[in-house]
């Protein structure tokens, strides 16, 4: 168990927040190889999200919520949308989900709002990863490759022809791939994972169009400047995130499933904080006195005090983390005693 002197009450919140983010991934490193996964906030809530539109021909089916805005539900075509009694969202036959547009009955145009805003800051947060593990690499052909954790950067477009590529690593690790044209999967070209990789860690951020041919296979969150276009019989198990419009021919997108148990928090790093399932926290504290436990969100902000008050030494302290509210993502916890601060980098998961 590491603990480290608290030296951060004399400088500014800004850098505080630096120090906070760098000591928590050094305390994770350990065990997830890679940067630090993107926080989607409420755009992680769908499994497609557009600003101008979502289009269908042929039988596409969609596992998860998807939604426009600012575009009205009339730039949803090919749903044969249902609207709910309530206004509030529609259904269909070929989405295993809700659907939601700008224009439908309060508070959905707030909550389209903020899930567009949340996914051009994720993508913001993607492109600015700065001192890339691999940079160029294959001169951005990754067709017959195997992809290690790190973060990725192309100056060019990236291709993946037919002999597809393999994304490879533990549950725990991240990818982000940084990509500043287009990316394209050809006709048949599948992204397979191995090791236990996650669909829901592999971030695929990209300047411009976003192309799956036919029957192509992609794995991961999509986050695309422009277009995203999938054509006949292309599957994303991930999240296709556009800026403009998402264009789909009898395709299948299924939402990431997330590597946790019951919905629960799940810690980095086992040591002086413990995690429990049904949302509970077990800490310990060296000697008795006070202590606070709180949470943050990745830019800083306060979202929880879970403990604030006197601790016994030794003793296996337990306090509930209601999550009801909180957008899906990485946070950081942040336990002060005896002058010490233990910080753990978490995944809240819905």
């Given at each position: 168990?590491?603990?480290?002197?608290?030296?951060?009450?004399?400088?500014?919140?800004?850098?505080?927040?630096?120090?906070?983010?760098?000591?928590?991934?050094?305390?994770?490193?350990?065990?997830?190889?890679?940067?630090?996964?993107?926080?989607?906030?409420?755009?992680?809530?769908?499994?497609?999200?557009?600003?101008?539109?979502?289009?269908?021909?042929?039988?596409?089916?969609?596992?998860?919520?998807?939604?426009?805005?600012?575009?009205?539900?009339?730039?949803?075509?090919?749903?044969?949308?249902?609207?709910?009694?309530?206004?509030?969202?529609?259904?269909?036959?070929?989405?295993?989900?809700?659907?939601?547009?700008?224009?439908?009955?309060?508070?959905?145009?707030?909550?389209?709002?903020?899930?567009?805003?949340?996914?051009?800051?994720?993508?913001?947060?993607?492109?600015?990863?700065?001192?890339?593990?691999?940079?160029?690499?294959?001169?951005?052909?990754?067709?017959?490759?195997?992809?290690?954790?790190?973060?990725?950067?192309?100056?060019?477009?990236?291709?993946?022809?037919?002999?597809?590529?393999?994304?490879?690593?533990?549950?725990?690790?991240?990818?982000?791939?940084?990509?500043?044209?287009?990316?394209?999967?050809a006709n048949g070209a599948m992204v397979t994972l191995s090791g236990?990789?996650?669909?829901?860690?592999?971030?695929?951020?990209?300047?411009?169009?976003?192309?799956?041919?036919?029957?192509?296979?992609?794995?991961?969150?999509?986050?695309?400047?422009?277009?995203?276009?999938?054509?006949?019989?292309?599957?994303?198990?991930?999240?296709?995130?556009?800026?403009?419009?998402?264009?789909?021919?009898?395709?299948?997108?299924?939402?990431?499933?997330?590597?946790?148990?019951?919905?629960?928090?799940?810690?980095?790093?086992?040591?002086?904080?413990?995690?429990?399932?049904?949302?509970?926290?077990?800490?310990?504290?060296?000697?008795?006195?006070?202590?606070?436990?709180?949470?943050?969100?990745?830019?800083?902000?306060?979202?929880?005090?879970?403990?604030?008050?006197?601790?016994?030494?030794?003793?296996?302290?337990?306090?509930?983390f209601n999550t009801t509210g909180l957008a899906k993502g990485w946070?950081?916890?942040?336990?002060?005693?005896?002058?010490?601060?233990?910080?753990?980098?978490?995944?809240?998961?819905?």
């Open positions: 168990m590491k603990t480290y002197t608290n030296q951060l009450t004399s400088i500014r919140w800004t850098h505080f927040l630096g120090a906070m983010l760098t000591v928590a991934f050094m305390v994770s490193a350990a065990i997830a190889a890679g940067p630090t996964p993107v926080n989607l906030g409420t755009a992680g809530n769908f499994a497609s999200l557009a600003k101008t539109g979502i289009s269908t021909t042929g039988v596409t089916k969609i596992t998860g919520d998807i939604g426009v805005s600012p575009a009205a539900a009339t730039y949803i075509t090919g749903f044969g949308l249902i609207k709910d009694a309530s206004g509030t969202f529609a259904t269909s036959s070929l989405v295993v989900g809700n659907i939601y547009a700008a224009n439908y009955t309060a508070p959905t145009p707030t909550k389209m709002t903020t899930a567009i805003g949340d996914m051009q800051t994720a993508y913001t947060n993607a492109a600015g990863r700065m001192l890339p593990d691999y940079a160029e690499l294959y001169a951005g052909n990754l067709t017959g490759k195997t992809l290690t954790p790190g973060l990725y950067k192309w100056s060019t477009g990236v291709l993946v022809s037919a002999a597809g590529v393999t994304i490879s690593g533990t549950a725990t690790d991240v990818w982000i791939f940084q990509i500043a044209q287009t990316l394209t999967l236990g990789a996650q669909a829901s860690n592999i971030f695929w951020q990209v300047a411009g169009k976003v192309t799956l041919g036919t029957t192509a296979a992609m794995k991961g969150i999509i986050l695309c400047q422009t277009e995203i276009v999938m054509n006949t019989g292309a599957t994303l198990s991930g999240r296709a995130l556009a800026q403009t419009a998402v264009t789909l021919e009898a395709n299948a997108i299924t939402g990431p499933a997330v590597n946790v148990v019951e919905n629960v928090l799940v810690p980095q790093k086992s040591g002086l904080l413990q995690t429990y399932r049904n949302r509970s926290i077990e800490f310990t504290v060296p000697s008795n006195g006070k202590a606070t436990l709180t949470v943050y969100n990745t830019i800083g902000q306060e979202v929880a005090t879970l403990f604030n008050g006197e601790a016994e030494a030794g003793k296996d302290n337990q306090v509930q946070y950081f916890s942040k336990l002060e005693s005896d002058d010490k601060v233990n910080l753990d980098r978490m995944l809240i998961a819905k």
